[in-house]
């Protein structure tokens, strides 16, 4: 797909501001967009403030947007008010402002968290069923359906990246296998702003040793992840979680807080 505009939303998070340099330049106009104040626009560029929970701000902030890369949002456990506003309402907002506007696709930074409670003995693809491991794996379970309705009943191709851990460095033996660079982050996403499709499901991971999860439909499309942390294993091998239960299953420290069920009662 041609894009002459983009809005990337969470412009002022980790992975938006890495973006910010990665994408420069690539497409004529990119709209940066945040809660948060962001670095003053150059050229080719616009910041623009806005509240994914204002239905009213998407509207302008969507408006005349071919391609939207959806970052914004609360992305670690909360409050079930907040989860709420930021993930749940705040994407209705975001996806009714992006159909009104006409905008041909959407990007999804979904989460390992939505399919948290698998456990790291089963590879999974991106056929896997959600399995949540909080109120925040929830809401990212809710974002890859929503974007499913868009795409099949509004025509927005819909791109849901279940994102590992995108940091500069791996910190610890899980993410290991759950560890995205940031350069293969940019790879994964132009894929998903440049490829032909309707509705897809990926993992947002490197080419790591160790991963849990069979990405063979984001290759399919043309991913070509380049690292592999591997190459951190003697820095961070060492260090695991304190409880044994986040040990066995994939969403590592999400899965423990406020656990009160039967860990032997989830199934294989
Ligand atoms: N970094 C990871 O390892 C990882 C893993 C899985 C999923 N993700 C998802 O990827 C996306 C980006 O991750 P990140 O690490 O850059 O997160 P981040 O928390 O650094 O950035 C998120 C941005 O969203 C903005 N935001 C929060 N609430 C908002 C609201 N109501 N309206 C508008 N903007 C709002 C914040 O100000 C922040 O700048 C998030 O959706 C996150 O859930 C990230």
């Given amino acids: 797909m041609t894009i002459r505009s983009l809005l990337v939303t969470g412009a002022a998070g980790g992975i938006g501001r890495t973006l910010r340099t990665s994408l420069k330049g690539r497409y004529p106009l990119i709209r940066w967009s945040d809660v948060v104040a962001m670095a003053p626009a150059g050229p080719g560029e616009e910041c623009v403030t806005a509240d994914l929970s204002d239905a009213g701000a998407m509207i302008d902030l969507c408006a005349g947007m071919d391609a939207i890369l959806h970052l914004g949002g ?13 993930n749940i309402q705040g994407l209705i907002n975001l996806y009714e402002a992006a159909r009104l506007a006409g905008t041909k696709r959407v990007l999804f930074a979904s989460s390992n968290h939505a399919v948290g409670l698998w ?8 056929t896997a069923p959600a399995r949540p491991d909080g109120r925040y794996g929830l809401s990212k379970a809710f974002g890859e359906d929503l974007s499913q309705l868009y795409a099949y009943k509004h025509g927005i191709a819909g791109f849901c990246m279940r994102i590992g851990s995108c940091f500069e460095k791996p910190a610890n033996q899980r993410m290991l296998s759950t560890w995205l660079s940031f350069a293969d982050f940019t790879r994964l996403a132009i ?16 080419r790591n040793t160790r991963s849990w999860w069979d990405n063979a439909n984001a290759y399919r499309l043309g991913y070509d992840p380049q690292d592999n942390a591997e190459v951190f294993a003697a820095d961070v091998e060492h260090i695991i979680g304190a409880v044994p239960m986040d040990e066995d299953f994939q969403g590592g420290g999400f899965v423990s807080p406020d656990f009160t069920g039967d860990p032997a009662r989830i199934p294989a």
């Fill in 74 to 86: 609360q992305s670690t456990e909360a409050a079930w008010p907040v989860v709420q506003a930021a």
């Fill in 119 to 126: 456990r790291r003995s089963n590879l999974i693809d991106h």
């Fill in 191 to 206: 894929v998903g702003l440049e490829a032909d499709y309707t509705y897809e499901i990926v993992y947002g991971v490197s």
